[in-house]
Protein backbone atom coordinates (compact mmCIF):
# COMPACT_ATOMS: atom_id res chain seq x y z
CA UNK A 1 0.00 0.00 0.00
CA UNK A 2 1.58 3.39 -0.92
CA UNK A 3 1.55 5.76 1.94
CA UNK A 4 -1.28 7.69 2.42
CA UNK A 5 -2.28 11.25 2.53
CA UNK A 6 -5.67 11.54 5.53
CA UNK A 7 -8.07 13.91 6.22
CA UNK A 8 -9.24 13.91 9.76
CA UNK A 9 -12.33 15.62 10.42
CA UNK A 10 -13.84 16.03 13.96
CA UNK A 11 -15.05 19.32 16.17
CA UNK A 12 -13.55 17.88 19.08
CA UNK A 13 -9.93 19.12 19.11
CA UNK A 14 -9.12 16.70 21.88
CA UNK A 15 -10.69 14.00 19.64
CA UNK A 16 -8.59 14.89 16.75
CA UNK A 17 -5.13 14.51 18.73
CA UNK A 18 -6.26 11.46 19.99
CA UNK A 19 -6.94 9.60 16.86
CA UNK A 20 -4.22 11.92 14.67
CA UNK A 21 -1.56 10.33 17.63
CA UNK A 22 -3.11 6.46 16.43
CA UNK A 23 -2.38 7.36 12.83
CA UNK A 24 0.96 8.94 12.63
CA UNK A 25 2.12 5.49 14.71
CA UNK A 26 0.49 3.50 10.89
CA UNK A 27 3.34 2.87 9.03
CA UNK A 28 1.14 3.63 6.09
CA UNK A 29 0.24 7.02 6.94
CA UNK A 30 2.41 9.81 5.44
CA UNK A 31 0.15 12.76 6.16
CA UNK A 32 -2.30 13.98 8.14
CA UNK A 33 -4.56 16.79 7.22
CA UNK A 34 -7.60 18.45 10.02
CA UNK A 35 -10.69 19.55 9.65
CA UNK A 36 -13.41 20.78 12.06
CA UNK A 37 -16.13 20.91 10.31
CA UNK A 38 -18.09 19.12 6.88
CA UNK A 39 -17.96 22.40 5.19
CA UNK A 40 -13.92 22.88 6.12
CA UNK A 41 -13.63 18.93 4.90
CA UNK A 42 -15.71 19.62 1.56
CA UNK A 43 -13.17 22.47 0.63
CA UNK A 44 -10.19 20.30 2.53
CA UNK A 45 -10.35 17.62 0.06
CA UNK A 46 -11.10 19.60 -3.11
CA UNK A 47 -7.65 21.87 -2.18
CA UNK A 48 -5.50 19.14 -0.73
CA UNK A 49 -6.74 15.75 -2.70
CA UNK A 50 -6.10 13.18 0.62
CA UNK A 51 -6.48 9.26 0.04
CA UNK A 52 -8.61 8.80 2.41
CA UNK A 53 -11.05 10.98 4.86
CA UNK A 54 -12.26 9.74 8.55
CA UNK A 55 -15.63 11.59 9.23
CA UNK A 56 -17.05 12.35 12.21
CA UNK A 57 -20.88 12.40 11.94
CA UNK A 58 -22.17 15.44 14.46
CA UNK A 59 -20.44 18.25 13.88
CA UNK A 60 -21.75 22.10 13.52
CA UNK A 61 -22.23 24.06 10.26
CA UNK A 62 -22.42 20.84 8.24
CA UNK A 63 -22.64 17.65 9.66
CA UNK A 64 -20.32 14.69 8.11
CA UNK A 65 -23.13 12.74 6.39
CA UNK A 66 -24.30 15.75 4.36
CA UNK A 67 -19.98 16.58 4.00
CA UNK A 68 -19.80 12.94 2.43
CA UNK A 69 -22.60 13.15 0.41
CA UNK A 70 -20.67 16.59 -1.63
CA UNK A 71 -17.33 14.76 -1.29
CA UNK A 72 -18.23 11.62 -3.00
CA UNK A 73 -20.77 12.93 -5.58
CA UNK A 74 -17.83 15.08 -6.78
CA UNK A 75 -15.45 12.55 -5.86
CA UNK A 76 -16.81 9.27 -6.17
CA UNK A 77 -13.61 7.24 -6.15
CA UNK A 78 -13.08 9.05 -2.48
CA UNK A 79 -12.70 6.42 -0.02
CA UNK A 80 -14.70 8.05 3.28
CA UNK A 81 -14.30 5.97 6.55
CA UNK A 82 -16.91 7.57 9.24
CA UNK A 83 -15.27 7.25 12.75
CA UNK A 84 -18.73 7.77 15.09
CA UNK A 85 -20.05 7.56 18.50
CA UNK A 86 -23.29 6.52 16.91
CA UNK A 87 -24.16 2.65 16.80
CA UNK A 88 -27.87 3.02 15.99
CA UNK A 89 -28.94 1.40 12.54
CA UNK A 90 -30.18 4.93 10.95
CA UNK A 91 -26.65 6.03 10.76
CA UNK A 92 -25.22 3.12 9.34
CA UNK A 93 -27.21 2.67 6.39
CA UNK A 94 -27.05 6.68 5.75
CA UNK A 95 -23.43 6.53 5.57
CA UNK A 96 -23.38 3.69 3.26
CA UNK A 97 -26.12 5.63 1.36
CA UNK A 98 -23.85 9.18 1.27
CA UNK A 99 -20.71 7.59 -0.33
CA UNK A 100 -19.23 6.12 2.95
CA UNK A 101 -17.13 2.41 2.18
CA UNK A 102 -16.67 2.32 5.98
CA UNK A 103 -18.02 2.72 9.37
CA UNK A 104 -15.84 2.35 12.50
CA UNK A 105 -16.89 3.11 16.38
CA UNK A 106 -14.96 5.36 18.42
CA UNK A 107 -14.89 2.96 21.22
CA UNK A 108 -13.26 0.36 18.71
CA UNK A 109 -9.85 -1.00 19.40
CA UNK A 110 -6.28 0.55 17.59
CA UNK A 111 -6.11 -2.30 15.69
CA UNK A 112 -9.57 -2.37 14.10
CA UNK A 113 -8.49 1.23 12.48
CA UNK A 114 -5.73 -0.56 10.66
CA UNK A 115 -7.81 -2.69 9.49
CA UNK A 116 -10.10 -0.37 8.30
CA UNK A 117 -8.36 1.45 6.58
CA UNK A 118 -6.29 -1.52 4.84
CA UNK A 119 -9.68 -2.81 4.05
CA UNK A 120 -11.08 0.70 1.91
CA UNK A 121 -7.86 1.19 0.69
CA UNK A 122 -8.27 -1.91 -1.46
CA UNK A 123 -11.74 -1.24 -2.45
CA UNK A 124 -13.55 -3.14 0.21
CA UNK A 125 -16.35 -1.95 2.72
CA UNK A 126 -15.37 -2.26 5.95
CA UNK A 127 -17.99 -2.42 8.80
CA UNK A 128 -17.07 -2.99 12.58
CA UNK A 129 -18.93 -5.86 13.55
CA UNK A 130 -20.77 -4.52 16.16
CA UNK A 131 -22.41 -2.01 13.05
CA UNK A 132 -22.84 -5.10 10.54
CA UNK A 133 -24.58 -7.07 13.13
CA UNK A 134 -27.19 -3.95 13.88
CA UNK A 135 -27.64 -3.23 10.15
CA UNK A 136 -28.20 -6.73 9.47
CA UNK A 137 -30.96 -7.16 12.26
CA UNK A 138 -32.78 -4.30 11.18
CA UNK A 139 -32.73 -5.20 7.51
CA UNK A 140 -33.83 -8.87 8.31
CA UNK A 141 -36.74 -7.53 10.61
CA UNK A 142 -38.13 -4.98 7.55
CA UNK A 143 -38.98 -7.53 5.09
CA UNK A 144 -38.87 -11.08 5.98
CA UNK A 145 -40.59 -12.49 3.00
CA UNK A 146 -38.27 -10.89 0.66
CA UNK A 147 -35.34 -11.72 2.49
CA UNK A 148 -35.74 -15.09 2.01
CA UNK A 149 -35.73 -14.41 -1.98
CA UNK A 150 -31.93 -15.99 -2.94
CA UNK A 151 -32.34 -13.70 -6.27
CA UNK A 152 -30.96 -15.09 -9.60
CA UNK A 153 -27.68 -15.54 -9.06
CA UNK A 154 -25.02 -18.27 -10.10
CA UNK A 155 -23.72 -20.87 -7.91
CA UNK A 156 -20.12 -19.55 -8.71
CA UNK A 157 -22.03 -16.38 -8.31
CA UNK A 158 -23.13 -16.55 -5.02
CA UNK A 159 -19.84 -17.82 -4.06
CA UNK A 160 -17.90 -14.90 -4.76
CA UNK A 161 -20.79 -12.52 -2.95
CA UNK A 162 -20.27 -14.43 0.01
CA UNK A 163 -17.01 -14.18 0.35
CA UNK A 164 -16.89 -10.37 -0.67
CA UNK A 165 -19.33 -10.34 2.44
CA UNK A 166 -16.90 -12.00 4.84
CA UNK A 167 -14.54 -9.22 3.97
CA UNK A 168 -12.01 -10.76 0.70
CA UNK A 169 -10.73 -8.14 -1.69
CA UNK A 170 -10.84 -9.46 -5.15
CA UNK A 171 -6.89 -11.18 -5.39
CA UNK A 172 -8.14 -13.04 -2.13
CA UNK A 173 -11.38 -14.45 -3.69
CA UNK A 174 -9.00 -14.79 -7.30
CA UNK A 175 -6.43 -16.94 -4.91
CA UNK A 176 -9.18 -18.85 -2.66
CA UNK A 177 -11.39 -20.16 -5.77
CA UNK A 178 -8.18 -20.44 -7.88
CA UNK A 179 -9.91 -18.14 -10.87
CA UNK A 180 -8.26 -14.98 -12.38
CA UNK A 181 -8.83 -11.65 -10.56
CA UNK A 182 -10.70 -10.79 -14.11
CA UNK A 183 -12.83 -13.44 -14.05
CA UNK A 184 -13.65 -12.44 -10.57
CA UNK A 185 -14.74 -8.79 -11.42
CA UNK A 186 -16.44 -10.17 -14.25
CA UNK A 187 -18.70 -11.86 -11.52
CA UNK A 188 -18.80 -8.88 -9.49
CA UNK A 189 -19.89 -6.70 -12.40
CA UNK A 190 -23.05 -9.26 -13.13
CA UNK A 191 -23.84 -9.56 -9.82
CA UNK A 192 -24.20 -5.87 -9.24
CA UNK A 193 -26.06 -5.72 -12.46
CA UNK A 194 -28.26 -8.74 -11.20
CA UNK A 195 -29.12 -6.93 -7.69
CA UNK A 196 -29.60 -3.62 -9.24
CA UNK A 197 -26.56 -2.02 -7.73
CA UNK A 198 -23.35 0.28 -9.17
CA UNK A 199 -21.71 0.24 -6.06
CA UNK A 200 -19.80 -2.15 -3.20
CA UNK A 201 -21.98 -0.37 -0.35
CA UNK A 202 -24.91 -0.86 -2.15
CA UNK A 203 -23.96 -4.54 -2.85
CA UNK A 204 -23.28 -5.87 0.40
CA UNK A 205 -26.41 -3.91 1.72
CA UNK A 206 -28.67 -5.29 -0.76
CA UNK A 207 -27.26 -8.83 -0.48
CA UNK A 208 -27.98 -8.86 3.23
CA UNK A 209 -31.24 -7.68 2.75
CA UNK A 210 -32.20 -10.24 0.25
CA UNK A 211 -30.59 -12.44 2.59
CA UNK A 212 -27.74 -13.85 0.57
CA UNK A 213 -24.98 -12.62 3.08
CA UNK A 214 -24.93 -11.47 6.29
CA UNK A 215 -22.40 -8.78 7.42
CA UNK A 216 -19.83 -9.01 9.92
CA UNK A 217 -19.24 -12.67 9.14
CA UNK A 218 -15.42 -13.74 9.37
Known amino acids: MKRLRVLLVDDHSLVRAGVRALL ?3 PQVEEI ?3 SSGREAV ?3 RARAPD ?3 MDIAMDDMDGLEATRMITAEQPEMRVIILSMHDTGDFFDQALRCGACGYLLK ?3 VS ?3 MAI ?3 MRGDVYLSPAVSRHLVGNMLSRDAPEVRAAGALTP ?6 QLIGSGLGTKDIARKLDLSVKTVEAHRAQIMERLGVRDIANLLLEAARRGLITLGRS
Open 24 to 26: GAL
Open 33 to 35: IEA
Open 43 to 45: ELV
Open 52 to 54: LVL
Open 107 to 109: DAA
Open 112 to 114: ELE
Open 118 to 120: AAV
Open 156 to 161: RQTEIL
